[in-house]
């Protein structure tokens, strides 16, 4: 609706960009597979989400078409990459065992998180009445994210790094 109604841009193309937001979902999990080969379920999961939030923040600095559909392709391929990263770091944290209590534990968490998140953000688009802080929002929350993931990855490779010294 934001494409349609605030920027201007149609129906037509605003249905487009949530067709390919649907093509990112699709490949999203093969992206994150590969990730996960080559920089390891924590570096894959630390790059997902500084992917999404980048995309999330091209709204609020760019309205071109090249710039909708990157964003709304990544967005769309991070839904459930960043899923299947989280279980499989999980999986690596937990091991077999314990992964089913913690992945109950995270899916209940990001439920309650996805609730109150949609609706402090309905409230701050009922305040503002624009889409555009919701972007700005969703970036600076994921880039928190991504500097916990990398103080985390700091550490862990710190503590790596001198138990093979």
Do not use: C, D
Request: glycine share 12%; no cysteine.
């Amino acid at each position: 609706m934001t494409l349609a109604r605030q920027v201007g841009m149609g129906q037509a193309i605003a249905s487009f960009q949530w067709a390919v937001l649907g093509v990112g979902a699709v490949f999203g999990p093969f992206i994150a597979g590969r990730a996960a080969k080559k920089f390891g379920w924590h570096g894959a999961l630390l790059s997902g989400f500084l992917a999404k939030s980048i995309a999330t923040a091209l709204p609020v600095i760019s309205v071109s078409m090249a710039s909708i559909t990157v964003s709304s392709f990544v967005v769309g391929a991070m839904i459930p990459g960043i899923v299947a990263l989280t279980a499989g770091r999980l999986s690596e944290i937990m091991g077999p065992a314990g992964h089913k209590k913690i992945w109950g534990m995270a899916t209940a968490m990001f439920a309650a998180s996805q609730a109150a998140g949609g609706y402090a953000l309905a409230f701050v688009y009922s305040f503002l009445g624009t889409y555009e802080a919701l972007f700005s929002i969703g970036a600076v929350i994921l880039a928190s994210g991504v500097l916990l993931l990398s103080t985390r990855y700091l550490i862990v490779r710190k503590a790596t790094q001198m138990e093979k010294n």
